[in-house]
């Protein structure tokens, strides 16, 4: 049987009820989070960001929609690769630091046993047009798959109209002017925090 | 290898790399190529490239295994563990020590204001990210479709998206893209 668990009580769930759908269930044991995030992570070729949202928040739903994105946010922020930080968040929300280590682990294990395997095998491949094309193939799926999962996080930041300005803002400073990510963040992080900020304070 | 004179900086720059990486590893690359490539020469250009697009089809987060490999071409299997663990550790203990004060301090205004300022702008990065792939993909009619067909199917149906991944490398396989 699954444990269903409150939210996650850093967020006021109240303040965006779009997001609170169905109610959310906790990893059986530690072991579960290992093997959740092993598999997230070989699913992951070219990108394991749209498995992460998919297998977290719709298969196994230990997470909200607002909950993945509050995590990808901080994961975004903070330093360290984004997924690095997503497996470590939500190992440490479950399990406490040993959950951080274990979701860190099943991340990584298998990937860089394989990584090396790849290398080994790809000296020989390479160049034979049919690995080329099949790869070009699945770059195409990708780019449709991260593109699918950004819009199906809207819903958790439909709360504030000026959410989708500081959206509309931060593609197209990155997607569309092409900026430098970093100066993106320093820019449109303490504006967006600020007003947020002010919003709060008001209410 | 030499310990002192080699792994000791090589592995410094990789716990520096860790604490510069804010909003993603990836802007890392440039500093990466000046330190490993045209500075010390441990690796070339070609192999620079060629460990980035493996990191990138091989399964897991793509940053890391670009690492590893980075690591294991300059000082083998130590090298590898070296850059990982250093890309790693700083950030790491960062993260776990704010994700724990924001949730003790909950209701501390900019802890509140701090998310959800943040929340829009992640999600119009990750929009710039598909968008970007995208373009870099849409080579022809062809590619658009695949593209477009792959956005509709995950919006529309709960498909797998494995499956996606492997029509789209048969499409490619077989040159009906």
């Known amino acids: 049987m699954m444990k269903i668990r409150p939210p996650i009580v850093f967020l006021d769930s109240s303040r965006n009820p779009s997001s609170q759908h169905a109610a959310t269930r906790a990893p059986r044991n530690i072991g579960e989070l290992?093997?959740?995030?092993?598999?997230?992570?070989?699913?992951?070729?070219?990108?394991?960001?749209?498995?992460?949202q998919r297998i977290l928040v719709e298969d196994k739903r230990w997470l909200r929609t607002d909950e993945f994105v509050e995590m990808l946010s901080l994961g975004q922020v903070l330093p360290g690769p984004n997924l690095i930080n997503l497996a470590l968040m939500v190992g440490q929300h479950f399990f406490g630091?040993?959950?951080?280590?274990?979701?860190?682990?099943?991340?990584?294990?298998?990937?860089?046993?394989?990584?090396?395997?790849?290398?080994?095998?790809?000296s020989g491949f390479a160049h034979t047009p049919l690995v080329a094309h099949g790869l070009q193939g699945m770059s195409a799926v990708v780019a449709g798959l991260v593109i699918a999962?950004?819009?199906?996080?809207?819903?958790?930041?439909?709360?504030?109209?000026?959410?989708?300005?500081?959206?509309?803002?931060?593609?197209?400073?990155?997607?569309?002017?092409?900026?430098?990510?970093?100066?993106v963040l320093l820019v449109l992080g303490p504006l967006a925090v600020g007003l947020a900020w002010w919003q709060l304070r008001r209410s | 290898m030499r310990w002192f004179d080699d792994a000791l900086p090589f592995f410094a720059h990789f716990l520096l790399w860790s604490l510069l990486s804010v909003g993603g590893a990836i802007g890392l690359l440039p500093d990466m190529h000046r330190y490993l490539v045209a500075e010390h020469h441990w690796i070339n250009d070609a192999q620079f490239t060629s460990a980035l697009a493996l990191g990138q089809a091989s399964p897991g987060p793509n940053m890391i295994l670009f690492a590893a490999l980075l690591g294991w071409q300059i000082f083998g299997l130590p090298g590898a563990l070296l850059a990982v663990v250093g890309l790693i550790l700083p950030s790491s203990l960062i993260?776990?020590?704010?994700?724990?004060?924001?949730?003790?301090?909950?209701?501390?205004?900019?802890?509140?204001?701090?998310?959800?300022?943040?929340?829009?702008?992640?999600?119009?990065?990750?929009?710039?990210?598909?968008?970007?792939?995208?373009?870099?993909?849409?080579?022809?009619?062809?590619?658009?479709?695949?593209?477009?067909?792959?956005?509709?199917?995950?919006?529309?149906?709960?498909?797998?998206?494995?499956?996606?991944?492997?029509?789209?490398?048969?499409?490619?396989?077989?040159?009906?893209?």
């Open chain 1, 149 to 183: 999962m950004a819009v199906k996080l809207f819903p958790a930041i439909q709360a504030r109209r000026s959410n989708w300005l500081w959206a509309a803002l931060a593609f197209g400073g990155v997607g569309v002017l092409r900026l430098n990510l970093l100066w």
């Open chain 1, 97 to 122: 630091w040993r959950g951080a280590v274990v979701a860190l682990s099943g991340m990584l294990a298998a990937p860089l046993v394989l990584i090396f395997i790849v290398a080994l095998a790809y």
């Open chain 2, 95 to 177: 993260t776990m020590a704010y994700f724990r004060y924001s949730r003790i301090h909950r209701e501390r205004l900019w802890v509140r204001a701090m998310h959800d300022g943040m929340a829009p702008v992640t999600v119009g990065l990750l929009l710039s990210s598909g968008w970007l792939l995208a373009r870099h993909e849409a080579a022809d009619w062809q590619h658009i479709g695949l593209i477009a067909a792959t956005v509709t199917m995950s919006l529309r149906t709960r498909v797998n998206p494995l499956w996606l991944l492997l029509a789209g490398a048969l499409f490619g396989a077989l040159g009906l893209i």
């Open chain 1, 34 to 52: 290992f093997w959740v995030f092993n598999h997230l992570t070989l699913l992951g070729v070219g990108g394991v960001l749209p498995f992460a």
